[in-house]
């Protein structure tokens, strides 16, 4: 176990470090960066002497080992807008973002595992055809149309649940004011709803379709026959000798689920005004914010590549033969 985990290990620094290449390169590839850190009417001379004040006159290897040296100082840059360090104005957004995919991903799986069974358990019923007539549905949907309509319907029409908002949960926990974070959690959880949904319905059919495909590739083999034969319950049988074999699909790719999540809320924040990364990402596209944007990319992936390490340990502790092999 100790050999797998060193290597999964190895294997996440070493996407880290092309995470940090590629953002490094794109900050290139846009053409010489010291015009994005002046004003557009700067001397020659200013613009030379920012060139040099930044270090962007060194050889490229010089100036990404600079910037991994940084990176690893916590320094991601300086933002051209409000000239704080880029990796404060992320790391202040990023609870918000986090709270919103954390909903979002325990919204979708919830639901997708209890119908992707009972689809599979209803195999050619009108409730299966149903199911799966939801689920490719919900995959065909863009999230910023689903957004807006739940706005206009539910937030506007029918004014159930605020349209727009924040309330903090996991700030106070982060500060130790767990009180404060008990105390939000009701209203908290009213504004997390519309823009949950948003975000987790293409999850929610996804996953339910793969559970689905999951549960009737491990009903039909030999020991869950076996298991009915014995006179065990329907129940039984599904949960506690299917149930478990399909659920290792469902955890591969639960690191990747919330990858896609985080990479969803772009839109969905901007949609609904959260303050999260994906509202900053989005100002920051939009102003020429290189910096705020390549601190997110670096951070984003840092985040991503720590839940799929730990997705990877879990899913070899469920199944041996892959810390074994």
């Known amino acids: 176990m100790s050999t797998y985990i060193l290597r999964r290990v190895s294997q996440s620094i070493i996407v880290v470090i092309g995470v940090t290449l590629l953002s490094f390169i794109s900050l290139h590839l846009a053409g010489d960066p010291t015009y994005l850190y002046v004003s557009e009417r700067a001397s020659n001379e200013e613009i030379a002497a920012a060139r040099v004040a ?14 991994v040296g940084g990176m690893l100082r916590g320094d991601l840059g300086t933002s051209l807008r409000s000239r704080q360090p880029a990796a404060n104005m992320v790391l202040e957004r990023l609870p918000a973002t986090l709270e919103l ?19 599979a358990t209803r195999r050619g019923t009108p409730l299966d055809s149903g199911i799966m007539l939801f689920a490719m549905f ?26 727009s908002g924040y309330v903090p949960i996991l700030q106070p926990m982060l500060n130790g004011d767990f009180a404060t974070a ?11 709803i519309l823009p949950g949904v948003t975000i987790a319905t293409f999850s929610l059919s996804r996953n339910a379709r793969l559970v689905r495909s999951a549960m009737l590739e491990v009903l ?21 000798h299917a149930f478990r074999n399909a659920l290792i699909p469902v955890v591969t790719i639960l690191g990747l689920e919330f990858g896609f999540l985080l990479s969803g809320v772009v839109v969905t924040e901007t949609v609904f005004s959260w303050p999260g990364v994906g509202r900053l990402v989005f100002n920051a596209i939009t102003q020429r ?29 469920l199944d041996p033969r892959i810390r074994i092999g």
């Open 138 to 163: 919900g995959q065909s949907i863009p999230s910023f149309w689903l957004g807006i309509m739940l706005i206009l319907f539910v937030g506007l029409t029918l004014r159930w649940l605020p349209i």
């Open 101 to 119: 995919t954390i909903f979002a991903l325990v919204l979708a799986i919830s639901l997708a595992i209890p119908i992707g069974i009972l689809s």
């Open 220 to 240: 039909n083999q030999d020991y869950v026959r076996t298991a009915r034969a014995k006179g065990l319950s329907g129940r039984v049988v599904v949960f506690r």
């Open 289 to 317: 914010d290189i910096p705020v944007v390549q601190a997110s990319v670096v951070i984003f992936s840092l985040v991503f590549v720590t839940l799929n390490l730990m997705v990877d340990l879990l899913y070899a502790r």
């Open 54 to 67: 930044l270090g962007f006159d060194r050889p490229l290897p010089e100036q990404y080992l600079n910037f």
């Open 182 to 192: 008990i105390d939000n959690l009701p209203n908290a959880l009213r504004h997390l």
